[in-house]
């Protein structure tokens, strides 16, 4: 799922349900322990937050990632694809045009 949420937020990066899409990509890489993606994640999620209109189950819904994010232990953490080399990662959500 996190492929494919991260293909359409490359495919369509002007799309109205694009905060929608981050927020579940945060989900989904919680879910798979994947904290250093989520969190780099959530902080997009909060930066595009500001500049958006969203429902209270929304608002509720990365309230949730938030506290998910502060509960998670380093440890606990898989390795993450950013500031990698490695062709088998693949990139979190490109800031490029």
């Known amino acids: 799922a996190a492929r494919r949420f991260r293909q359409v937020l490359r495919s369509y990066p002007e799309h109205t349900a694009r905060l929608h899409t981050m927020i579940r990509l945060c989900d989904t890489l919680i879910k798979m322990n994947r904290f250093d993606e989520a969190a780099a994640v959530y902080e997009r999620v909060l ?21 998910q994010l502060s509960k998670a232990e380093p440890r606990a953490t898989q390795r993450s694809c950013i500031n990698t080399s490695d062709p088998s990662c693949e990139p979190l959500i490109s800031s490029e045009p």
């Open 47 to 67: 930066d595009e937050r500001s500049e958006a209109v969203l429902d209270e189950a929304a608002e509720n819904h990365i309230q949730e990632l938030g506290r």
